[in-house]
C-alpha cells in the first residue's frame, strides 16, 4: 500500500519506519534532511510539498510536534488540502480535539476522511514497536489504516466513531503522566535529600502505590543516569497541559491540579529553555531545592 508520512523526527522516524518493515512503500517529508536520510536509505521517496504528497499517496500520516506546524501543512501554500490523490489523513498528533475539527471540515469537503491515532509510548515505545494506539474516526476509514497502526505496538483501542474523541483520550493519559512527573520529581529530591538512596526509593515505589509510568519510564533511562535525553522536550509536554486545560474548560471540569502543573512546567522552561528534556523537572526541583540527587547507573 502506498503510504506518506509528513514529519519524520523523533517519534515520526520510527513509526514510518515500522511502515516499512510492514513492506509498505513510503514517501516521506519533513523539514529536517538529516531526518529523512535513515528512511531515504531504505528505498522511502521524498516528497518536495504536503501538496505532492497528497497528489502522491491515498493515505498520509501526519507527526508534527506543533499545532502552528499542523495548521501550516494542512491550510499553508501547497498544503495537503491542496492534493488530489490523498483519500485519507491519520493524525498521530496531539493537538486537541478543537483542532482537528477545524481540519475534520476542511478535510472533508475535499473528500477526504480522518483518522485521529494520537500514540503513547516515547521514541523507545516507537522503536520498539509498542506504542498505544489511540484511535477514533469512521469506521471504514479506521478499518482501512488499522493493518498499519498495528505495525506500531500491540494496543489499539478504539475511542469512538467521532473524529477528536481519541484526542481527549489522549490528553487524558498525557495530563496523568505530567503531573505524574512533577509529583515524583519533588518526592525523589525529597527522599534522597533526606538520606534515602534514590535506587531503593525506586524499588520500593515501583511496587508500591506510588508506582506510575513517568516513574517507570524517565527516572531508569535519563534520570539516574543523570543524562536527561528521555527525547521529548519540555515545551511539547506543556503543549498537551495546555490543551488539556482547555478542553477542561470547554467541558465544565475543573483542573486545579493540571493548573499546578502548569505552572510548575513554566517555570521550568524559564529556569532552563522550552527545548529542554522532560526529565530536567527533576533539576529544576533540585535547584530550588538545593541538592542534586547522585548519579546511580
Same mark, same amino acid.
Given at each position: 500500500?502506498?503510504?506518506g508520512?509528513?514529519?519524520?523526527?523523533?517519534?515520526?522516524?520510527?513509526?514510518?519506519?515500522?511502515?516499512?518493515?510492514?513492506?509498505?512503500?513510503?514517501?516521506?517529508?519533513?523539514?529536517?534532511?538529516?531526518?529523512?536520510?535513515?528512511?531515504?536509505?531504505?528505498?522511502?521517496?521524498?516528497?518536495?510539498t504536503?501538496? %505532492?504528497?497528497?497528489?502522491?499517496?491515498?493515505?498520509?500520516?501526519?507527526?508534527?510536534?506543533?499545532?502552528?506546524?499542523?495548521?501550516?501543512?494542512?491550510?499553508?501554500?501547497?498544503?495537503?488540502?491542496?492534493?488530489?490523490?490523498?483519500?485519507?489523513?491519520?493524525?498521530?498528533?496531539?493537538?486537541?480535539?478543537?483542532?482537528?475539527?477545524?481540519?475534520?471540515?476542511?478535510?472533508n469537503?475535499?473528500?477526504?476522511?480522518?483518522?485521529?491515532?494520537?500514540?503513547?509510548?516515547?521514541?523507545?515505545?516507537?522503536?520498539?514497536g509498542?506504542? +498505544?494506539?489511540?484511535?477514533?474516526?469512521?469506521?471504514?476509514?479506521?478499518?482501512?489504516?488499522r493493518?498499519?497502526? +498495528?505495525?506500531?505496538g500491540?494496543t489499539?483501542?478504539?475511542?469512538?466513531?467521532?473524529?477528536?474523541?481519541?484526542?481527549?483520550?489522549?490528553?487524558?493519559?498525557?495530563?496523568?503522566? %505530567?503531573?505524574?512527573?512533577? %509529583? +515524583?520529581?519533588?518526592?525523589?529530591?525529597?527522599?534522597t535529600?533526606?538520606?534515602?538512596?534514590?535506587?531503593a526509593?525506586?524499588?520500593?515505589?515501583?511496587?508500591?502505590?506510588?508506582?506510575?509510568?513517568?516513574?517507570e519510564?524517565?527516572?531508569?533511562?535519563?534520570?539516574?543516569?543523570?543524562?536527561f535525553?528521555?527525547g521529548?522536550?519540555?515545551?511539547?509536554?506543556?503543549?498537551?497541559?495546555?490543551?488539556?486545560?482547555?478542553?477542561?474548560?470547554?467541558?465544565?471540569?475543573?483542573?486545579w491540579?493540571?493548573?499546578?502543573?502548569?505552572l510548575?512546567?513554566?517555570h521550568?522552561?524559564?529556569?532552563?529553555? %522550552?527545548n529542554?528534556?522532560?526529565?530536567?523537572?527533576?533539576?529544576?526541583?533540585?535547584?530550588?531545592?538545593?541538592?542534586?540527587?547522585?548519579?546511580t547507573?
Amino acid at each position: 500500500m502506498e503510504a506518506g508520512y509528513l514529519g519524520v523526527g523523533s517519534m515520526g522516524q520510527p513509526m514510518a519506519s515500522k511502515l516499512l518493515d510492514g513492506g509498505h512503500n513510503l514517501t516521506i517529508l519533513d523539514t529536517n534532511p538529516a531526518a529523512m536520510q535513515p528512511l531515504l536509505d531504505r528505498q522511502a521517496r521524498q516528497a518536495t510539498t504536503p501538496k %505532492a504528497l497528497a497528489d502522491s499517496c491515498e493515505i498520509v500520516f501526519v507527526s508534527l510536534p506543533t499545532l502552528n506546524a499542523f495548521r501550516a501543512v494542512v491550510f499553508g501554500d501547497n498544503g495537503l488540502l491542496q492534493g488530489t490523490r490523498m483519500k485519507i489523513l491519520v493524525n498521530t498528533c496531539t493537538v486537541g480535539a478543537k483542532f482537528l475539527r477545524e481540519v475534520e471540515v476542511a478535510m472533508n469537503a475535499k473528500g477526504v476522511a480522518i483518522v485521529d491515532a494520537p500514540i503513547s509510548g516515547g521514541p523507545s515505545g516507537a522503536w520498539a514497536g509498542t506504542l +498505544s494506539v489511540m484511535v477514533s474516526g469512521d469506521p471504514a476509514a479506521v478499518a482501512a489504516v488499522r493493518p498499519l497502526l +498495528s505495525l506500531w505496538g500491540p494496543t489499539l483501542t478504539i475511542a469512538g466513531d467521532k473524529v477528536g474523541a481519541a484526542q481527549v483520550m489522549k490528553l487524558t493519559n498525557n495530563i496523568l503522566f %505530567a503531573i505524574n512527573l512533577v %509529583a +515524583s520529581s519533588e518526592a525523589f529530591v525529597m527522599g534522597t535529600k533526606g538520606g534515602v538512596d534514590p535506587e531503593a526509593l525506586y524499588a520500593a515505589i515501583s511496587v508500591g502505590t506510588g508506582n506510575n509510568a513517568a516513574l517507570e519510564k524517565v527516572f531508569p533511562r535519563s534520570i539516574f543516569t543523570r543524562d536527561f535525553n528521555f527525547g521529548a522536550a519540555l515545551h511539547i509536554l506543556m503543549k498537551d497541559v495546555d490543551l488539556a486545560l482547555e478542553q477542561g474548560e470547554e467541558l465544565g471540569v475543573p483542573m486545579w491540579l493540571c493548573q499546578t502543573a502548569r505552572l510548575m512546567y513554566r517555570h521550568a522552561i524559564m529556569a532552563d529553555s %522550552a527545548n529542554a528534556d522532560i526529565s530536567t523537572m527533576v533539576r529544576f526541583v533540585e535547584k530550588n531545592a538545593g541538592y542534586d540527587m547522585p548519579k546511580t547507573r
